[in-house]
């Protein structure tokens, strides 16, 4: 009984939360390229029937997260909403250096002693990321490419000899997914995600692995919804490994957002 009380007080926070987001009618979507805050995530296990949450403490443009009560670690957002420090207790800090707005010129790694283990460098061609140079670590990509569209979409990702790796198609919005293909080294689609329902802000998602057992059955199916900004406020989770046709919920997933107080428009 106790559980089924926190879950029911979990799920109510979380309306709350989003409420701002309720009276909005579920054909309106934002032109713009806007960032939000998130103050939480919950995740309802089915297996367990066990919930966690996750709340998002903000100061400015900064958060920690707090993960059922244990630290987690520290996010650094620039005015646009994108991460440009993160400190994890265990891990060390990553940066990234951005310039026009959320491009990125420069990433490395600093570990927990302070030691730099890696730096990777960028030059951009209007939309594309090119990678010319990194140090502290073998660096056997230099020459690889990312195709990016307006709304800092990944469109596609090529190896420095200039094969495909991954491709990416989208709605003529150019911000809701249709198809998200994964190649190997021979070529061939290794696995990929199709969206075969989008109705407004709901959508339907499906992961198959041709190379595997029979490639017309999906082995992971996402049931989801988005907002006016395209943000993800919901995924429900199911699983068929065994791609049997039948589909075993895994874990939901709820997702709340502060919209009174967005971060800088980044496009157009």
């Known amino acids: 009984m106790k559980q089924l009380i926190s879950l029911f007080v979990l799920l109510l926070i979380i309306w709350i939360g989003c409420d701002d987001k309720t009276n909005i009618e579920k054909n309106i979507f934002a032109d713009e390229w806007i960032r939000h805050k998130i103050i939480s995530e919950a995740y309802i296990f089915t297996d367990s029937s066990s919930t966690q949450e996750i709340i998002y403490n903000w100061d400015g443009n900064s958060y920690y997260i707090d993960n059922d009560g244990d ?33 990125i010129s420069e990433d490395g790694w600093i570990d927990t002693s302070g030691d730099t283990l890696e730096i990777n460098n960028y030059t951009w061609d209007d939309l594309t990321q090119i990678k010319t140079g990194c140090k502290y670590v073998n660096c056997n990509d230099i020459g690889s490419y990312i195709e990016y569209n307006a709304y ?89 490994t065994q791609k049997s046709g039948y589909f075993n919920p895994n874990v939901s997933i709820l997702i709340s957002y502060d919209y009174n107080n967005s971060f800088k428009q980044i496009y157009p």
């Not at 630290?71 to 620039?78: A, G, M, P, Q, W």
């Open 71 to 103: 630290y987690e670690d520290s996010v650094e957002l620039n005015e646009y909403g994108l991460p440009i420090k993160t400190i994890d207790e265990m891990d060390g800090i990553r940066y990234y250096i951005r310039f026009d707005r959320w491009k």
């Open 152 to 240: 800092g979409k990944e469109l596609a990702k090529y190896s420095l000899e200039g094969q495909l790796l991954t491709s990416k198609d989208y709605l003529d919005d150019s911000r809701r997914m249709l198809n998200w293909f994964i190649y190997n080294g021979d070529g061939e689609v290794a696995s990929y995600w199709n969206y075969p329902v989008w109705n407004d802000y709901d959508f339907i998602a499906l992961l198959y692995t041709p190379l595997i057992g029979d490639p017309s059955i999906p082995e992971r199916k996402i049931e989801g919804e988005i907002d006016q900004y395209y943000n993800v406020v919901e995924e429900n989770h199911f699983l068929d």
